[in-house]
């Protein structure tokens, strides 16, 4: 009728995928008769919880002419140690007004869209240690000059919505276009 508690620690590699993990021991006595057992004990679980981490990168175009569309590519890398999706929006720009935005996916030509459901673009399930380019296009008015010009795109992980980075774009500085038109005629040739 005794009873006993067996107590030990576990070193959970860095890393590990979410899981349960099941431990238990094995024991055995001697009764005076001789040993008895090994007998298994009860399960003790433990919980490895997903671990978010992520990095998301901007990028920088030195040069660009009125009217032009630029594609700023920024990656997307899952640092945690499980499948993650990330939400993706555009946030505070500093760009002309009459500047024109749009968010695509790593072809550069499919519009980044809601795979689950939520309302708003995301990457779609991401592995760990995976990365995901998100494109951003951005269409420069007619009429803008000057620079440098930032807008930003904040990334949320869907597993744990308080874990996000921002990524910030930058253009550094818009060039009227220029045309250069002459009507010259060689010599002796007809006006």
Do not use: E, H, M, W
């Not at 993650?84 to 550069?108: H, K, N």
């Not at 996000?164 to 006006?191: F, K, Q, R």
């Amino acid at each position: 009728g005794a009873s006993g508690t067996l107590t030990f620690d576990v070193n959970v590699n860095a890393g590990l995928a979410p899981q349960t993990i099941d431990n238990n021991a094995n024991y055995s006595y001697n009764d005076g008769a001789g040993p008895v057992g090994p007998f298994a004990t009860n399960f003790a679980p433990f919980i490895v919880n997903q671990a978010v981490a992520f990095t998301f990168t901007g990028q920088t175009i030195p040069l660009a002419v009125q009217g032009a569309t630029l594609s700023y590519t920024n990656t997307l890398t899952n640092n945690g140690n499980g499948t993650d999706r990330f939400d993706v929006v555009i946030g505070a720009s500093t760009f002309p007004a009459g500047t024109s935005y749009a968010l695509y996916q790593s072809d550069g030509a499919t519009p980044l869209s809601d795979t689950n459901g939520n309302g708003t673009p995301d990457t779609g399930p991401l592995v760990a240690g995976g990365t995901y380019d998100v494109v951003l296009r951005v269409t420069l008015p007619t009429s803008a000059t000057g620079g440098p010009y930032q807008v930003q795109k904040t990334a949320t992980s869907v597993t744990n919505i308080a874990v996000n980075a921002t990524a910030t774009d930058i253009l550094t500085a818009i060039t009227p276009n220029a045309v250069d038109l002459t009507n010259n005629s060689s010599a002796g040739a007809a006006p």
